[in-house]
């Protein structure tokens, strides 16, 4: 947390940082399309130890589609023993509206956990129009997404725990001084 000042006004700003080590993840992974979700969760856990997690503080948790995401990660949350929870899939477009249930679900899915729990739960759930796009999103072209998730749950999981400690309250509406 630190103090800023912008245009002649002070705030207090609090922001997560990308530090791994002390917290405890669970990575989620769709076995459908694993040609794609390994290349996921390979980049992934490199955000992860890259960033000082303990390899013992990251459990993998392997579910059939990206359709059972979201019961997965609400159940994880419940245990309490993660600080944050990345999920990772990929849905193709197919030749039906299969695709445009599925995505939405699991969008909806993942979010409506992750609000219960109060658990940080990071997309990284590839949404795309074919394999190209998929491979392109899983460490070619346009980065690993998965790698982007994983830092995305660092940082909202230190955020949270600043949020959580932040040590002087504001001052209540109506209040003098």
């Not at 899939?89 to 409506?112: C, D, M, N, Q």
């Amino acid at each position: 947390m630190s103090t800023v000042e912008q245009n002649n006004k002070k705030y207090r700003e609090i922001e997560g940082d990308l530090r791994a080590s002390g917290l405890h993840f669970a990575i989620i992974v769709s076995r459908f399309n694993a040609f794609v979700t390994e290349r996921l969760l390979s980049g992934a856990l490199d955000a992860l130890h890259r960033a000082g997690a303990d390899g013992n503080a990251i459990d993998v948790v392997r579910v059939p589609g990206s359709f059972e995401i979201p019961v997965a990660a609400k159940r994880l949350a419940e245990t309490g023993r993660y600080n944050a929870i990345i999920c990772l899939g990929t849905i193709l477009r197919g030749e039906t509206p299969h695709f445009e249930y599925i995505s939405a679900e699991a969008a909806k899915g993942v979010a409506g956990a992750a609000l219960a729990s109060g658990v940080p739960m990071s997309f990284g759930i590839l949404t795309v129009e074919n394999l190209e796009q998929a491979v392109d999103r899983a460490g070619l072209k346009s980065g690993n997404k998965g790698f982007e998730a994983a830092m995305t749950a660092i940082e909202m999981a230190n955020l949270l725990k600043k949020i959580q400690h932040s040590s002087t309250p504001p001052p209540r509406r109506g209040s003098r001084g």
